[in-house]
């Protein structure tokens, strides 16, 4: 879609809607595109549960007391 910059201030709206829709907006300052409005994508993979599984692991002794502050636990 493309629209003068006269048009694109009275519609500013509705552009702004057909570039979240998906839809390319150019706005023409005279008749030279000057802006385009297109919608910003993000791409984020859905969560999977679990995905990390035996990915990371605790040690046994992970909340023994360390050696190095034993004096201070007494």
């Not at 023409?28 to 297109?38: E, H, S, V």
């Not at 990390?52 to 636990?73: N, R």
């Amino acid at each position: 879609m493309q629209v003068s910059v006269t048009e694109a201030a009275a519609n500013l709206n509705e552009l702004i809607q057909a570039a979240i829709n998906g839809e390319e907006v150019i706005v023409l300052n005279g008749d030279r595109p000057a802006i385009k409005f297109t919608p910003i994508v993000t791409i984020r993979p859905d969560r999977q549960p679990g995905s990390a599984k035996g990915l990371i692991w605790v040690s046994d002794d992970f909340d023994e007391p360390l050696e190095e502050f034993k004096e201070y636990m007494e």
